[in-house]
Nanobody, 124 residues
Framework: QVQLVESGGGLVQAGGSLRLSCAASGRTFNNYGLGWFRQAPGKEREVVASINWSGGSTLYADSVQGRFTISRDNAKNTVYLQMNSLKPEDTAVYYC?????????????????WGQGTQVTVSS
């Protein structure tokens, strides 16, 4: 069992930056791949970025490539999402998720555990 708690969301102007954090409980953090997803009103949940168990493999949505960076600190049981050059279209609830097996997944159905989400709002 893994519990995930996101933090770091908020309101930012276009062009600004935010750093999301997701703290995980449990002693087997290294066994999980981790992902950041987002869901805007009226839209489906979509992958933003994911990272494998070691941090050696990452995956990004085309819309955030070059602007967002996912990383993890296994000693702190935490995964991060650094978001730069934010755009109004990045506005959404951002969710952290974990998948047993340690790989990078792009589909919400692949993930076993989810956080409660944190709101990110980018004003124009």
């Amino acid at each position: 069992q893994v519990q995930l708690v996101e933090s770091g969301g908020g309101l930012v102007q276009a062009g600004g930056s935010l750093r999301l954090s997701c703290a995980a409980s449990g002693r087997t953090f290294n066994n999980y791949g981790l992902g950041w997803f987002r869901q805007a009103p009226g839209k489906e949940r979509e992958v933003v970025a994911s990272i494998n168990w070691s941090g050696g493999s990452t995956l990004y949505a085309d819309s955030v490539q070059g602007r967002f960076t996912i990383s993890r600190d296994n000693a702190k049981n935490t995964v991060y999402l650094q978001m730069n050059s934010l755009k109004p279209e990045d506005t959404a609830v951002y969710y952290c998720a974990a998948v047993l097996g340690g790989y990078t997944g792009s589909l919400p159905t692949e993930y076993d555990y989810w956080g409660q989400g944190t709101q990110v709002t980018v004003s124009s």
